[in-house]
T-cell receptor, first 114, second 118 residues
Framework: AQSVSQHNHHVILSEAASLELGCNYSYGGTVNLFWYVQYPGQHLQLLLKYFSGDPLVKGIKGFEAEFIKSKFSFNLRKPSVQWSDTAEYFCAVNARQGAQKLVFGQGTRLTINP | EAGVAQSPRYKIIEKRQSVAFWCNPISGHATLYWYQQILGQGPKLLIQFQNNGVVDDSQLPKDRFSAERLKGVDSTLKIQPAKLEDSAVYLC????????????????FGQGTRLTVV
């Protein structure tokens, strides 16, 4: 069964700082990878996803993520964060075989100070 | 396009009582999920349906939790009897046909039901 690990529980940055949130997964087969965001009081929304092709994927609001297959990683990046990026970020993976469950990491709380 | 609808938004019950949550997925979505999200943790998959069949319920505490998806559309999740540790947000999500393979789809989430067991 697949699992997801997010390295940072809580990240605090100032506006305009660069962001990188770590995500590693464990699964031996082919996977699809996702980053979801949950703004305060709102439901989970998709930031970006990787299915195949270019391992560098771009999402909404200037976010991007790079799939490094050899490292089983899918780290999220943003060159310059804004106060409005304050939210909880979740990495998720689904295996393409078997039950194709969507499994989430424990999340990273991001606080941006103005 | 209407999103995933869940009700109620909030529920407070005493331990040992029963509670039910309802989910209406996006029209045409074949896969439906129920997740439990405890404060400070990521969503934990409780059960996954494909149409009205169960694909995975390995993490559903079957002695107290049950779920059904009648006619492959709406779904209900029930807890009976509730325990203090069941306090969490219960999320419903759905995804369209073709999910999980090489097709470029995603899961869409509802607002969730916040359950407090006292």
């Amino acid at each position: 069964a697949q699992s997801v690990s997010q390295h940072n529980h809580h990240v605090i940055l100032s506006e305009a700082a660069s962001l990188e949130l770590g995500c590693n997964y464990s699964y031996g087969g082919t996977v699809n990878l996702f980053w979801y965001v949950q703004y305060p009081g709102q439901h989970l929304q998709l930031l970006l996803k990787y299915f195949s092709g270019d391992p560098l994927v771009k999402g909404i609001k200037g976010f991007e993520a790079e799939f490094i297959k050899s490292k089983f990683s899918f780290n999220l990046r943003k060159p310059s964060v804004q106060w409005s990026d304050t939210a909880e970020y979740f990495c998720a993976v689904n295996a393409r075989q078997g039950a194709q469950k969507l499994v989430f990491g424990q999340g990273t709380r991001l606080t941006i100070n103005p | 396009e209407a999103g995933v609808a869940q009700s109620p938004r909030y529920k407070i019950i005493e331990k040992r009582q029963s509670v039910a949550f309802w989910c209406n997925p996006i029209s045409g979505h074949a896969t439906l999920y129920w997740y439990q999200q405890i404060l400070g943790q990521g969503p934990k998959l409780l059960i996954q349906f494909q149409n009205n069949g169960v694909v995975d319920d390995s993490q559903l505490p079957k002695d107290r939790f049950s779920a059904e998806r009648l006619k492959g559309v709406d779904s209900t999740l029930k807890i009976q009897p509730a325990k203090l540790e069941d306090s969490a947000v219960y999320l419903c999500a759905s995804s369209p046909p073709g999910w999980g393979g090489a097709s470029n789809t995603e899961a869409f989430f509802g607002q969730g039901t916040r359950l407090t067991v006292v």
